[in-house]
């Protein structure tokens, strides 16, 4: 069973291709965490692809208040942004957008043949893609003297995926911990029993 705060993503771009009577749909899957980043990623494939005729896309973005975006891009409503973002829906991933090229053949493919060609492509992108599991997750700093390094060290191996980003030991040390945020509340009152270590929450 997964952990309530994890959730599947991308951190490498992947790509994809299909090919329907002469045309083409060659397909790019790419992390995406706000708009701004999914417009510089449409602006460079249209510098990429300039004779093609369509850059059509879908996107989820956020990790709680999830942002669905579809763009048919000039293609017959329906036909290409939604069969592209349904497919990335069905894998269950965040963060991403996922955009299709279309070169023209020169045959109309009709509504059926276009949203089996933008699904098809969109599906080998995936394929091809390397999955990562990321959490949906806060920052903790510990406090503490050297004499209570054994103990918080301990304490941090048993937050379920967490993560030590920052660390400095002095007379006085500190400790940056990445944990899932369902995690949170155990990990504030671990040393409630003890004025030796002081947890408190970074952002």
Excluded: W
């Amino acid at each position: 069973m997964m952990h309530p705060d994890a959730y599947k993503t991308v951190i490498h771009p992947s790509e994809g291709d299909y090919r329907e009577r002469g045309s083409k749909f060659p397909s790019y899957l790419v992390p995406c965490e706000d708009d701004e980043t999914l417009k510089a990623h449409i602006t460079q494939l249209k510098k990429q692809h300039p004779s093609a005729r369509h850059v059509s896309y879908g996107a989820v973005m956020g990790i709680e208040n999830i942002i669905e975006r579809s763009n048919d891009d000039g293609e017959p409503n329906g036909t290409a942004g939604l069969p592209i973002l349904n497919q990335l829906l069905s894998a269950e991933l965040k963060n991403v957008a996922l955009l299709v090229v279309r070169y023209f053949g020169g045959t109309k493919l009709g509504k059926p043949g276009l949203i089996n060609a933008y699904k098809e492509s969109a599906k080998d992108a995936l394929a091809h893609a390397r999955l990562v599991t990321r959490f949906n997750s806060t920052e903790i700093l510990f406090r503490f003297g050297y004499d209570a390094t054994g103990p918080v060290m301990q304490a941090i191996e048993h937050i379920e995926h967490s993560t030590i980003i920052e660390q400095r030991f002095d007379q006085d040390c500190e400790i940056t911990v990445s944990i899932p945020k369902s995690e949170l509340d155990k990990a504030l009152h671990l040393f409630d029993h003890t004025n030796e270590v002081e947890v408190s929450l970074l952002h």
